[in-house]
């Protein structure tokens, strides 16, 4: 971010595009991806609403079709439900005098379930996410591997043995909707986790985890055609099974280091003069 948010408490800004520096992490990201071996590339993408958010998951689906002529990728899918955490009437308050001694003895009390005034809990960020997961994500997915299954003749004998056989979905977010999924995935004690603070997230770090194959939802458990899957009660609980879920990997930043801090230097301090009199501008 370019905001000074060690003093300041951030909020979801959704208007608010990529900075120079986060179109470029953006771009690098989508090299990354691109890269990959064709089982390993995303077919699908997700992106929260929000602007920046958008353009993470364009640039993404720019460089995965000017690498392989061939791909086809379906539209970005926008989710609402994947949205920064609202902080409420505390967004771009100060950081010191807003939590105090005894908010942060509240805080530390019940760290899922505080919410900033007029705010969201960690919680409830969670159960949003979870819910595009399970109510959009995976639906989705089953439709691919259905198409797939279909234009490949397979007869599914295979289904389920190898992790590495689900489509892989992209799903770009932000920090602390990330962080509550990640808690869920862990079935982390909340008393043990504290808060979505205690995991460290680059601009644009993969954090990446799969379903096991062998508890994959077929097409069939959605119903209708591939444009009209609506999950099941079966497919929805498959999800929502912690068991069923691996971590692969968190903040997985590699595709930044070749990026250099001093490049973007004068663009941030012309910002800073600027954040008075227009809307913050956030990296990805």
Aim: glycine share 6%; proline share 5%.
């Amino acid at each position: 971010m370019n905001l000074h948010l060690a003093t300041t408490i951030g909020g979801r800004a959704n208007d608010s595009p990529l900075t120079r520096r986060g179109r470029a992490q953006a771009a690098a990201l989508g090299a990354r991806l691109a890269s990959l071996p064709e089982n390993l590339r995303p077919s699908l993408l997700f992106a929260s609403t929000a602007v920046r958010a958008r353009e993470t998951a364009e640039a993404i689906s720019r460089a995965l079709r000017e690498s392989h002529a061939t791909v086809s990728l379906p539209p970005v899918r926008l989710e609402e439900d994947l949205l920064e955490i609202d902080m409420g009437s505390w967004a771009g308050a100060d950081r010191r005098a807003t939590y105090t001694p005894e908010v942060l003895a509240r805080i530390r009390a019940r760290p899922l379930d505080f919410a900033a005034p007029g705010g969201e809990s960690q919680k409830q960020v969670e159960e949003r996410v979870a819910r595009c997961v399970e109510e959009a994500v995976l639906p989705s997915a089953a439709a691919a591997a259905a198409e797939q299954k279909k234009s490949s003749g397979s007869n599914g004998s295979d289904s389920g043995s190898n992790i590495k056989t689900l489509p892989v979905v992209a799903v770009v977010a932000h920090g602390v909707s990330i962080k509550t999924m990640l808690r869920r995935v862990l079935a982390s004690d909340p008393a043990r986790f504290a808060a979505a603070r205690n995991i460290a997230l680059a601009n644009t770090g993969i954090c990446e985890i799969a379903l096991d194959t062998r508890h994959f939802p077929s097409h069939d458990d959605y119903g209708g055609d591939p444009g009209e899957v609506t999950p099941s009660g079966s497919a929805a609980a498959c999800a929502a099974d912690r068991e069923k879920w691996h971590l692969i990997r968190i903040n997985d930043a590699a595709h930044l280091e070749g990026l250099a801090a001093e490049t973007f230097e004068e663009e941030e301090e012309e910002e800073e003069e600027e954040q008075a009199a227009s809307s913050p501008r956030l990296d990805a």
